[in-house]
């Protein structure tokens, strides 16, 4: 699935154009990404991937309705709007989100010590 990156025109009436991150305005893969020109120094911070929908759907194992849900409610990251009707959601958010779940779950081991792990008694 393609990441995607969002150009904007100095117009302030002109269409936001949304494309393949990586793809530069002729179709052809361009070595300057959008949200790194726009967001600073590359070395300085990550560059954002953004995943579409059924890709978070396929990360998390979440249908749509508990996505949205739970983004409302502030337990799972945000979609962000690229255009009028296009959103995504930052990859490494979402890969956080998942850690978190994986770390929250493995730390509640209040579960008995099953019979055959048990220490022997004399």
């Known amino acids: ?3 995607y990156q969002v150009s904007r025109s100095s117009d302030a009436n002109a ?11 002729d179709g052809h893969y361009s ?10 120094n590359a070395s300085d911070e990550q560059s954002i991937e953004f995943i579409r929908l059924r890709e978070v759907k396929r990360l998390t194992s979440l249908s749509t309705t508990t996505i949205y849900k739970m983004a409302n409610e502030g337990t799972f990251p945000k979609q962000v709007k690229l255009g009028a009707k296009a959103v995504a959601w930052i990859k490494a958010e979402v890969r956080e989100w998942g850690r978190e779940q994986v770390d929250r779950s493995r730390s509640h081991t209040d579960s008995p010590v099953p ?4 220490p022997i008694s004399n």
């Open 15 to 25: 269409e936001h154009s949304c494309r393949p991150l990586g793809v530069g305005t």
């Open 31 to 40: 070595d300057v990404r959008y949200l790194e020109k726009t967001m600073g």
């Open 1 to 3: 699935m393609a990441d």
């Open 115 to 118: 019979r055959d792990q048990q």
